[in-house]
């Protein structure tokens, strides 16, 4: 086992910027003095994930050490650009887990500022790191013989003419060196405004060794404690909203349109799942029903409808409020609102029937989850003292009792303070699967003990570990050869997208890098408990292969799973195997059925594609026709968005149908010549958003089942047609169907019936793994396993990879 107080090797790598920092060194046991080893630092655009391991190993080579003997990582946790500080994050995470060795994360500004400090440089220095789009990342130091000090709290973003202003502006301006890759793209600017002097430019990106230098000064200030250096902390340093989420800024206070979605229709929602959403004007008058049901007979007196109208219209401070629905019912809301960095909770109200459910703590995470994105870092609130039931719920999430109001509810009924640091702790179990927060552990994980024979099963049953990060799922599942399923863990982040009606991708890709080492854990203790391993989780040594889904798909979410796949791989000497996502939808049928066989025809009907395909053989798929607009799951989800259902719009627009008739509106069937295979789903789309405004102009209800199977009737009966013409024209005898809306029960009953009454065989997949998951991933990457198909550590994500 590995300890920080005897950390001796370690590699800092940093690709926020064009720089590829990749440098290893010795650190003195006893005082910490830096030795540097061999540095592979160069500049190299966009090109990261391809060359990141092989600098690594290279590097090593040349200080002559071998990667087992690395006892740590450092990583840059930026600011710099998006992609490139999650490579460089995921990769380090893949190392350090591989390894069980330390992650420690460092501000690259300040690796910069060292940087120059390294070369030199004393006095006032001003770092002004790029952060596309206009702005920088502006930071300011004061470098002496003794190191270098920061004159700032926290790194952010601004635009580059509000920096040029700041520093020109300042009383020593004329003693201010400049620095940072900013000064390529903005450099004039600053020497306009009289800021002329700057650093050498060879020294205008990190280094690896400043990276080290930036880190042993942070790692003094917070005393190595125990538990530091667990790879699942480490998060980049965000000083930016996405776009989507800087719209939902405004939304949480600086700027609330009243008008809230479309609906009118609150019976027919009947059959919607329990769903969050953020609080609207519309919701004003059954939140105050629920509140007066829940604080009867309490000290506390219920808000009234007005009271919740004016948080959520043109508040004064930033404020954030969620609400619980089921069956197109109100059963709880919270909300809170921000004060310097905290927020304040200022309501939590459950329904009594719905209690015990987990609701409020999910409530309480979606309000905390957006206080983060305000800036809180805490979060606060009151409760009566003989509220026993609430201060244990809020204590289980983190609240501590910070101070006690006496008689604020009323003689004898004292308010008690409760604080806790964000993120809440949301711990996950099966009945509310909410994201959670990273929990403190003890790091790096004791190393199990096997007996002969445990080791002898693990070296027999050659495991394969695969990750999927495609979308917005991340995923993990553990397969041995043989085909058993030893593990399947999915964390979905619908619930982040949600609200805006689709997958954000930048979204997406922040949540891979927070979610990925606790997925994985997961699998691992999964597959260790289903082996009966006596010493506890499978380590990552022990695996035969890791795969992990190279494309198609959003390509910052598929850099996280790839980068991380690849640090882990190499850091745990096991072969890397590159699966294609659409041949895992594929495969996820061999689940249902191990003996399909090809030739067969293929229904590919996911969230990004929608093909007819003749497989030929296993590795052999002729494209009979795809999409050539929208996919059938983004119809689905465009569909519900419109009637203002939430998202994904697939399993409740599903729900929906079960009670509707298909027949009762004629929906346009595209493309449905003889012989033609392609698709079209945007005619009907708009078809479908077509309807809803005539109806809803001519103030009729629409009657949201019927058109929800009528829809599902349209989008169906063309993929049986063409489903059914190409087994006839190729004589194949089989049929299968994959991605997520072959978890469609219409979709799977149609085709059963008819194909079956044609004499077709038809494979669904199991009904969990249509949307996407890992299981499909693992089978895809065990049959390259038994091929030795085996990646190189230099492969990048592939977004448009096609089958
Ligand atoms: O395969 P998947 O999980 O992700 C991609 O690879 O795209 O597919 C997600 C899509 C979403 O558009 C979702 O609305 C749809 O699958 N979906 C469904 C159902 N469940 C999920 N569509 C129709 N009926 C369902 N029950
Ligand atoms: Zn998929």
């Not at 770092?127 to 130091?141: F, I, N, Q, S």
């Not at 009289?194 to 430019?201: A, Q, Y």
């Not at 305000?374 to 409760?383: D, K, N, R, W, Y």
């Not at 499909?776 to 049959?783: D, Q």
Request: aromatic share 6%; net charge negative; hydrophobic share 45%.
């Amino acid at each position: 086992m590995k300890h920080a107080i005897e950390t001796k090797f370690v590699a800092a790598i940093d690709t926020s910027t064009d720089m590829l920092a990749c440098t290893v060194a010795r650190i003195d046991g006893v005082d910490g003095a830096i030795d540097v080893l061999a540095s592979g630092d160069h500049l190299c655009r966009r090109h990261a994930n391809v060359e990141l391991i092989d600098t690594l190993d290279a590097t090593l080579v040349r200080a002559g050490i071998a990667r087992e003997q690395l006892d740590a990582y450092v990583v840059g946790r930026g600011p710099g650009s998006f992609t490139g500080v999650r490579i460089g994050i995921s990769t380090a995470k893949g190392l350090a887990y591989g390894a069980n060795a330390h992650l420690y994360g460092t501000s690259t500004l300040d690796a910069s500022a060292w940087t120059a400090w390294l070369a030199g440089v004393r006095g006032l220095l001003g770092v002004a790191a790029d952060a596309m789009r206009g702005e920088v990342y502006p930071a300011l130091y004061r470098l002496d013989d003794a190191g270098v000090c920061r004159l700032f709290d926290r790194e952010r973003v601004v635009k580059a003419a509000v920096a040029v202003e700041e520093w020109a502006g300042r009383a020593d301006a004329a003693e201010l060196q400049l620095t940072g890759d900013g000064l390529v793209r903005y450099g004039d600017r600053f020497e306009e405004a009289g800021l002329t002097s700057c650093i050498d430019r060879s020294l205008w990106w990190p280094s690896g060794e400043g990276l080290l230098r930036a880190w042993r000064v942070g790692a003094a200030n917070a005393g190595d404690v125990a538990g530091y250096g667990d790879p699942a902390l480490v998060l980049p340093i965000y000083t930016r909203l996405s776009d989507a989420e800087e719209n939902e800024r405004k939304r949480l206070g600086l700027q609330q349109s009243a008008r809230s979605e479309i609906s009118g229709v609150a019976e027919e929602l009947a059959g919607r799942h329990l769903q969050f959403r953020p609080m609207g004007p519309a919701d004003a008058e059954a939140v105050e029903r629920l509140e007066r049901a829940c604080f009867e007979g309490a000290a506390h007196t219920p808000w009234s409808a007005e009271q919740f109208l004016s948080e959520l219209v043109e508040p004064a401070v930033p404020r954030s409020w969620w609400v619980a629905h089921d069956d197109g019912e109100l059963v709880g809301f919270a909300g809170g609102m921000v004060v310097e960095r905290d927020i304040e909770i200022l309501d939590v109200a459950v329904a009594p029937e719905h209690r015990r459910a987990g609701i409020a703590r999910k409530l309480l995470s979606h309000v905390s989850y957006d206080a983060q994105m305000l800036g809180c870092e805490t979060a606060s609130l009151e409760v009566e003292d003989g509220n026993t039931a609430a201060r244990a719920l809020y204590e289980a999430l983190g609240f501590a009792q910070a101070g006690r109001r006496p008689n604020y509810y009323g003689r004898g009924a004292d308010a008690v303070i409760m604080k806790a640091e964000l993120p809440l702790v949301l711990p996950v179990d099966a009945a509310s699967p909410e994201p959670t927060a990273a929990v403190v552990r003890a790091w790096p994980l004791v190393e199990p003990e096997r007996t002969d024979e445990e080791t002898a099963e693990l070296a027999r049953r050659r495991l394969v570990l695969a990750i999927e990060s495609s979308c917005d799922e991340t995923a993990a599942a553990i397969i041995d050869v043989e085909g058993n399923m030893l593990a399947n863990q999915v964390s979905t982040q619908i619930d982040f997208h949600a609200r805006f009606g689709g997958v954000v991708p930048e979204i997406a890709s922040r949540k891979h890098v927070e979610a990925i080492v606790g997925v994985i854990d997961a699998a691992l203790e999964e597959a260790g408990h289903a082996l009966g391993l006596s010493g506890g989780t499978v380590a990552p040594a022990e695996l035969a292969a890791i795969g992990v889904t190279q494309g198609p798909g959003l390509v910052g979410a598929l850099v996280v799973g790839v980068a991380f796949a690849k640090g882990m791989a190499y850091a745990a000497n096991v072969p890397i195997i590159a699966v294609n996502h659409l041949e895992g939808h594929l495969f996820a049928n061999l689940l249902a059925q191990p003996d399909l066989k090809p030739p067969f025809i293929f229904t590919l009907v996911s969230g990004g594609h929608t093909m007819l395909v003749h497989v030929r053989d296993w590795g052999d798929y002729q494209v009979l026709g795809e999409t050539l607009d929208d996919a059938v799951g983004e119809a689905f989800d465009k569909v519900a968005k419109a009637l203002g259902l939430g998202y994904p719009g697939g399993p409740i627009i599903s729900r929906l149908a079960e009670t509707g008739d298909p027949k009762a509106i004629e929906f346009p069937r595209a493309l449905n010549r003889k012989g033609d295979y392609r698709f079209s789903l945007s005619g009907l789309k708009t078809a479908v958003v077509n309807y809803i405004e005539q109806e809803t102009a001519a103030g009729r209800t629409i009657h949201v089942p019927d058109l929800a199977a009528s829809f599902e009737a349209a989008v169906f009966d063309v993929q049986y047609k063409k489903a059914w013409a190409a087994l006839r024209e190729t004589g194949a005898r089989e049929y299968c169907i994959g991605g997520g809306v072959a978890a469609n029960p219409h979709l799977r009953k149609m085709m059963m019936k008819k194909l079956g009454r044609q004499g077709v065989r038809v494979t669904l997949p199991p009904q969990g793994a249509c949307t996407d998951n890992a299981a499909m991933i693992a089978e895809v990457a065990r049959r390259k396993f038994e091929r030795g198909e085996f990646a190189s550590l230099n492969i990048d994500a592939d977004p448009n990879m096609t089958l």
